[in-house]
């Protein structure tokens, strides 16, 4: 971890989120949420958690940016108007609330690499000492994840086929409610209201 | 933007990418013993892989290279396979999950739990790669029609 580099990334990961926010082209704002979990991802490696920053590279600048983009394609690609002014002035207080919070939590909390941290005491110390002979595995992420904790990552392997399997019923399901009224009874009344519409806006 | 995208460069560079792409997914998935990544990482680098003619090549060539079946096909294959290892080590009386229980003559324990975690991780990288696969094929099925 190199401090001055770190403080960068942070000026650069402020910059993108409030441009992201900021932006009207939606597009422009998925590949600005690319840029700040790029940027995440360095941190990540850098604080020696490439696991993490793997993981953050892949799914956060890779694979949410196309899922943004695809569903950017069945939508609009403008933002609608911003809040409404008299709302600001509840949300921006209580943000700066939440965000002071935070700071005065994360005061307490211990230094990184602190070996008298709770989280370097009790269990840990057993998987990171014994996870080479018990497993063959050089990586003692992996060993955790895949065989220590592996009910742990058998959920969450749940978790996402759910996703899938939910995020299929609920399309599939609406794009069948708009097709079915649409349906051969209707079909022609609609058609024809539809019909003379384009022939103006073709004419000139 | 489904389908033959208009500029040749992206055509021809993401058709030059893709295959490397998902061969470093493969990497990913199985070199998750020794290295950063594992199942989870190498299953959404794969999808990226499969995603990206389907995002810039024309339609047919897209979806015939991976087609619509696969996402769901891999993803329950996947979690079926990761349930399955779970299940077994039940059979000899141990915990769920526990894969150095299962004795396989001329194996130790920690060589049968290495074994196990490559298994899980191909399972969940399979599951992982189906479902963001899925997710994509039905936000997308819209603009294709």
């Not at chain 1, 014994?130 to 990586?139: I, L």
Request: net charge negative.
């Amino acid at each position: 971890m190199i401090i001055p580099l770190d403080l960068l990334i942070f000026l650069v990961l402020i910059i993108t989120a409030v441009l992201a926010l900021s932006t009207k082209d939606l597009l422009a704002a998925v590949a600005l949420l690319a840029t700040y979990s790029l940027f995440t991802a360095i941190l990540f490696a850098g604080m020696a958690a490439v696991d993490v920053a793997i993981v953050e590279a892949a799914l956060g600048a890779g694979l949410t940016g196309i899922l943004f983009i695809a569903a950017i394609m069945t939508t609009t690609r403008r933002s609608n108007p911003r809040l409404e002014v008299r709302r600001r002035y509840v949300v921006t207080p209580l943000i700066v609330v939440v965000i002071g919070l935070l700071l005065y939590a994360s005061s307490g909390l211990p230094d990184r690499g602190d070996p008298d941290a709770p989280a370097q005491q009790g269990i840990s110390v057993e998987y990171l000492t014994r996870s080479k002979d018990d497993t063959n595995t050089p990586n003692v992420v992996t060993a955790l994840l895949a065989d220590y904790r592996s009910m742990d990552t058998l959920g969450e392997t749940l978790v996402i086929l759910t996703a899938a399997m939910s995020s299929v019923l609920v399309l599939l399901r609406r794009r069948r409610e708009d097709e079915e009224p649409g349906g051969p009874p209707t079909a022609s009344p609609s058609a024809e209201a539809v019909g003379p519409d384009p022939d103006p806006e073709v004419g000139p | 933007m489904i389908g033959n995208y208009p500029s040749v460069v992206v055509r021809v560079i993401s058709t030059l990418l893709g295959p490397f792409i998902i061969m470093f997914g493969l990497y990913i998935v199985a070199h998750g013993h020794y290295g950063p990544g594992g199942g989870f990482a190498g299953g959404v680098f794969i999808a990226v892989g499969a995603i990206l003619p389907r995002l810039t090549l024309p339609e047919d060539i897209a979806y015939h290279l991976f087609p619509r079946s696969l996402g769901p096909l891999a993803a329950g294959l996947g979690m079926l396979v990761f349930l399955l290892i779970g299940l077994a080590p039940l059979l000899v009386g141990a915990a769920f999950l526990d894969y150095a229980a299962l004795d396989i003559p001329g194996m130790e324990a920690a060589r049968m739990r290495y074994l196990g975690i490559l298994l899980a991780e191909i399972a969940i990288g399979a599951a992982v790669f189906g479902s963001m696969l899925t997710i994509f094929d039905v936000l997308t099925d819209e603009v294709r029609r």
